[in-house]
């Protein structure tokens, strides 16, 4: 069975500083990784995915992931963090069935940003 | 703003009743979803549709039914709640790059 962790329930970061948030999972095969994020009271935005291909996946808003086989990891990466990046971050694995993809959410990090 | 709206966010209520939640998108996205998650964070698809075509988990219980007004919309009608349908239904809708959730219903039976 697919399961994901994020070792990281909270990460505070000084405006204009990196970012690296962790993900590990857990899966037989060759995972479909997506990284949401969700704003307070809005829903899971996708930010990127990889299915397959280059390890390094760029996303929206400035952010890239790179999915290392070795590792079993996915760590989702901002080189400068900017206040309007404070969230709750969900790493997911994604398994496609007969009726559509399934989601593995990890528990989530959540950002906070210092101005 | 462009997103994918549930109402209500919380719903409790007692065992035996029908409640619908309601989901509405204004991406323009032609499938739309229903998933549950469970107390492990999956999330299970429950129907996809597609303004065409229905698909139905055959795991869900047909006391759940999707019904779609219209193209943006997609709710969901749950009839005889029982305790075990207490979760947290994520609406989501589908464009080529990817899915684009819902902020969650948490449905308390009690």
């Known amino acids: 069975a697919q399961s994901v962790t994020q070792p990281d329930i909270h990460i505070t970061v000084s405006e204009g500083a990196s970012l690296e948030l962790r993900c590990n999972y857990s899966y037989g095969a060759t995972p479909y990784l997506f990284w949401y994020v969700q704003s307070p009271g809005q829903g899971l935005q996708l930010l990127l995915k990889?299915?397959?291909?280059?390890?390094l996946v760029q996303g929206i808003k400035g952010f890239e992931a790179e999915f290392k086989r070795s590792q079993s990891s996915f760590n989702l990466r901002k080189p400068s963090v900017h206040w309007s990046d404070a969230a709750e971050y969900f790493c997911?694995?994604?398994?496609?069935?007969?009726?559509?993809?399934?989601?593995?959410f990890g528990p989530g990090t959540r950002l906070s940003v210092l101005p | 703003d462009t997103a994918v709206s549930q109402t209500p966010k919380y719903l409790v209520t007692q065992m035996g009743n029908d409640k619908s939640i309601k989901c509405e998108q204004n991406?323009?996205?032609?499938?739309m979803y229903w998933y549950k998650q469970d107390s492990k964070k999956f999330l299970k698809i429950m129907f996809s549709?597609?303004?065409?075509?229905?698909?139905i988990n055959e795991t869900v219980p047909n006391r759940f039914s999707p019904k779609s007004p219209d193209k943006a919309h997609l709710n969901l009608h749950i009839n005889s709640l029982e305790l075990g349908d207490s979760a947290v239904y994520f609406c989501?809708?589908?464009?080529?790059?990817?899915?684009?959730f819902g902020s969650g219903t948490r449905l308390t039976v009690v």
């Open positions: 989501a809708s589908k464009s080529r790059y990817g899915y684009t």
């Open positions: 991406l323009g996205h032609d499938t």
């Open positions: 549709y597609n303004n065409k075509e229905l698909i």
């Open positions: 997911a694995v994604g398994a496609t069935n007969n009726y559509g993809q399934n989601f593995v």
């Open positions: 990889y299915f397959s291909g280059d390890t």
